[in-house]
DNA sequence: AAATGAACCAACCGCATCGAT
DNA sequence: GATCGATGCGGTTGGTTCATT
């Protein structure tokens, strides 16, 4: 589907960072008539910008609702647990963090979750040990045994294709819910007021039920299960109800999961691929103690959801991890 | 105090997707 | 169904700030 060059092509546009007088223009121009069409807002309001550009700084930077500074330490575990979860689908993560943008979000992976992650030993993009760990990473000392232990207990292939099923399963549900009835009309004011969607997030709840409904029309179950993930809270929980259901906790193959974000988001996680370690050395004991791990993730999860859902603000960042067993939260979490 | 490198983050770029025609 | 315009999204870049030597 061939686009044309953009607007920003036209001569004379400014680039750059933007001044405080072309911020002013903006932030006045959408106080008083709201942003409506983008690619005529700058010439309306004064600007000479063109209007992806103006929809960036207003979405990133000049929104009211934008939390800047620090990341907080339940919100750096909900977007681990999220990226866990999605990947980089950074708008769907923005939708469970209030006030964080979508670029904020990225960025913050990009410079510093990521790095901590490798310097764990932890494959940021997998979630799962690296095999070539660098020495004095997760493996520093014992490492042969504990990457035994990982190894052993990372069945996330399987956990994935469980995850799809649920999701195109649910995918299905959705659009019969749908049809059922019809979402209402995007209105983010409204939306934003009974809770349902971030502000910070670009994708309305209706917009995404839209989207989910799509993706359940879908022949390929990938295809489904990719419009599911950047649905709503609701679906979250219930793709990991449906995981849950499908692979009940004890049966064999269902492990890695819990174990893996224990790990991800364990200040200490030396001492878990310890623990873990021992276990899976202890005959007899492990199975028991992975079905916990397992557990606990999804009853973090499923908490997660459900408290997001509960609460207007939709947050997943406070009440968001409730489980023990998984987080052993990390007091300073420097990984 | 100056030079250098690392870290950070706002903004850009280009592709994907959606809705209208 | 094909095309087009508008917008959303994710990857990347480059300027600025901070820390170290």
Known sequence: MGRSPCCEKEAGLKKGPWTPEEDQKLLAF????????WRSLPAKAGLRRCG?????????YLRPDIKRGKF???EEQT??????????????????LPKRTDNEIKNYWNTHLKKRLAKMGIDPVTHKPRADAPAGAASSSGGAARYRAAAHLSHTAQWESARLEAEARLACE???????SPPPPPAPAAAAASGL?????????????????????HD???????????????SYGEAAAAFAEHHRFGDDDAAAPGFLAGVLLDCSAEQRFAAA????EASGGERQQEEEEDKGYWSSILNMVNSSMSSSSSSLTSEAVTDPAMMYLPAAAEF
């Open 220 to 234: 390929d179950a990938h295809g489904a299960a990719h419009a599911a993930a950047v649905l709503t809270t609701r």
């Open 52 to 60: 992806k550009s103006c929809r960036l700084r207003w979405t990133n």
């Open 277 to 280: 370690s021992t276990a899976a």
């Open 174 to 180: 959705a659009k019969l819910r749908a049809l059922a």
């Open 197 to 217: 969607e971030s502000p910070t997030s670009t994708l309305s709840f209706s917009e995404s039920a839209q989207l989910f409904a799509a993706g359940a029309g």
């Open 30 to 37: 959408i106080d008083q008539h709201g942003h409506g069409c």
């Open 79 to 96: 977007i681990i647990q999220l990226h866990a979860l999605l990947g980089n689908r950074w708008s769907a993560i923005a939708t469970h």
């Open 72 to 74: 907080t330490v339940q």
